[in-house]
């Protein structure tokens, strides 16, 4: 069984309409965010350099982001160096960031 009829069969039962999960609703969020942005420029299966731009200015709390910043962060995703982020590299990129939040909430109960 695909992970892809799972997501299907469930979003189509009588139980996701009324009991969504928090996480579930956080996995939707993470889909539904990446689709906003793709595909402006190119493919809809990829994020451009200026649509993950977008995305991180006006989704994430980071603060503005220098051209050089946002240059790095390609390159350190862009993991098969096509110059787009895939949903694969966004994943990533959205663990890493997790990741730094649950170390700081370690770090805040020391």
Avoid at 8 to 22: D, F, G, N, R
Avoid at 56 to 70: F, T
Wanted: charged share 30%; with cysteine.
């Amino acid at each position: 069984v695909s992970a892809a009829w799972i997501l299907w069969a469930h979003s189509h039962s009588e139980l996701h309409t009324v009991m969504e999960t928090p996480l579930e609703k956080a996995l939707t969020t993470m889909v539904t965010t990446f689709h906003k942005y793709s595909g402006r420029e190119g493919s809809k299966l990829t994020l451009s350099r200026k649509e993950l731009k977008e995305l991180i200015k006006k989704e994430l709390c980071l603060g503005e982001m220098k051209d050089n910043s946002i240059d790095d962060l390609m390159k350190s995703l862009d993991k098969n160096s096509d110059q787009e982020i895939d949903f694969k590299e966004y994943s990533v990129f959205l663990t890493t960031l997790c990741m730094a939040c649950n170390d700081f909430f370690l770090e805040d109960k020391k």
